[in-house]
């Protein structure tokens, strides 16, 4: 069975540091891109980045560039995001999801078809 466990959230004051962990388990994230994704209360579920099956290829919301970094951990088959200069614009549940693709780093939700549970990241001092 296809699972990917978020973890890593929590709350964290503005100019703070979070690591999210995406852990797969029934399948190789060698041949599946992976996204972050991340839903506020009232609002529309957002891509935030993606890294592609080799890691070759990532991908950046601008709200997000600078900020946070997407890595991938083969050895782990997880994939972190690494996200710096929290703003209180960042609180969101952040998900992460996966897609048997290679070679690409896509931000749409509809490409993605492997869900994973969320995580509650809230940015407050």
């Known amino acids: 069975q296809l699972q990917l466990v978020e973890s890593g959230g929590g709350l964290v004051h503005p100019g703070g540091s979070l690591r999210l962990s995406c852990a797969a388990s029934?399948?190789?994230?060698?041949?599946?891109?992976i996204g972050w994704f991340r839903q506020a209360p009232g609002k529309e579920r957002e891509g935030v980045s993606a890294?592609?099956?080799?890691?070759?290829?990532?991908n950046y919301a601008d709200s997000v560039k600078g900020r946070f970094t997407i890595s991938k951990d083969r050895a782990k088959n997880t994939v972190y995001l690494q996200m710096n200069n929290l703003k209180p614009e960042d609180t969101a549940v952040y998900y992460c999801?996966?897609?048997?693709?290679?070679?690409?780093?896509?931000?749409?939700?509809?490409?993605?078809?492997?869900w994973g549970q969320g995580t509650q990241v809230t940015v407050s001092s």
């Open positions: 999801a996966a897609v048997l693709r290679i070679g690409v780093a896509r931000l749409d939700s509809g490409f993605y078809d492997v």
């Open positions: 029934g399948f190789s994230l060698a041949l599946y891109t």
């Open positions: 890294i592609s099956n080799s890691g070759a290829n990532t």
